[in-house]
């Protein structure tokens, strides 16, 4: 059965974890570049997108150690998979990761990809004006004590929305007059000690809920799909590209948002598909 013309569609991918180096567990870092141009090639030719997200850890750390050396190699690996990422014919967006600054600084790795402010929000419209949606980009890569992340002055598992983007996100939501979509990289959606999931996690849940015009959230950081309502917004974690060996232990996908506010996640290989 064809499917029903969405208001919007974006496409999704998350934790690429591109480096040239040895697979360490189920990470298969060399093998995530041809990952990407699969997904690359398999949304170019699906049906037109307004636009693609990556949310997350788009490269891996180049080493141990922080010099000039591993520095420049770092930005080899954003140049080279952002290479390929640039191929989709389409406006691209991207969420901070924790692995994405771990060499480098947040600036760093914006000057060498195409990511914006590491936290904002767009508006996006139907072709025919008749729909429209709010995006917020979301920065979790602060510590607690409000510092943000870069060149390993962090543990992963230390990890907030600072009060300062709290408060922008209270009055961004506010300020909204469409349905809203959020995108971020760690979970909102854990248990208070779930390593993967934001420390005042609460708090913000509170804000979205507040706000009263949240859909959904999307994310990854997890690796593994995972969906969950909590007070009338889905969360819904996206699987990573990293994950496995072989051109079939891939994931990526698009999402059908539609007039009437359902959401259609169209999953391609191991990335589950969700009706919400």
């Known amino acids: ?12 991918l998350t934790d690429i974890h591109y480096a040239d180096k040895d697979t360490r567990g189920t990470r298969f870092y060399r093998e995530s570049l041809e990952k990407t141009r699969e997904i690359v090639k398999a949304l170019s030719a699906g049906p037109k997108l307004d636009f693609v997200c990556e949310l997350g850890d788009l490269v891996d750390s180049a080493g141990d150690l922080i010099d000039d050396h591993t520095i420049a190699r770092e930005i080899r ?10 191929r989709l014919p ?3 967006h991207y969420v901070l990761g924790n692995h994405c600054v771990s060499t480098l600084t947040k600036d760093e790795f914006a000057e060498n990809c195409g990511a914006q402010r590491s936290w904002y929000s767009f508006d996006r419209r139907a072709a025919d004006g008749s729909a429209g949606f709010h995006f917020i980009v979301l920065d979790a890569c602060f510590r607690a004590d409000g510092v943000g992340y870069g060149r390993k002055n962090f543990d992963w598992m230390d990890t907030i929305i600072p009060d300062a983007e709290l408060a922008w996100l209270e009055a961004d939501l506010a300020a909204a007059r469409e349905p809203v979509i959020l995108l971020a990289h760690q979970r909102l959606d854990g248990g208070e000690h779930d390593p993967t999931t934001v420390r005042n996690a609460s708090a913000v849940r509170g804000v979205l809920e507040k706000g009263g015009n949240v859909l959904a959230v999307f994310q990854g950081h997890h690796h593994q799909n995972l969906h969950a309502e909590i007070n009338g ?5 996206f699987r990573a590209v990293i994950e496995g060996s072989g051109p079939a232990s891939n994931g990526a996908c698009t999402v059908d948002l539609h007039h009437d506010g359902s959401i259609a996640i169209h999953g391609h290989l191991e990335q589950k598909s969700y009706n919400l």
Do not use: K, Q, S
Request: hydrophobic share 45%; proline share 7%.
């Open 1 to 12: 059965m064809p499917r029903r013309a969405p208001a919007l569609r974006m496409g999704l």
């Open 77 to 86: 690996y954003v140049r080279t998979i952002e290479t390929e990422f640039a």
């Open 90 to 92: 389409c406006e691209r």
């Open 233 to 237: 917004i889905h969360y819904v974690v």
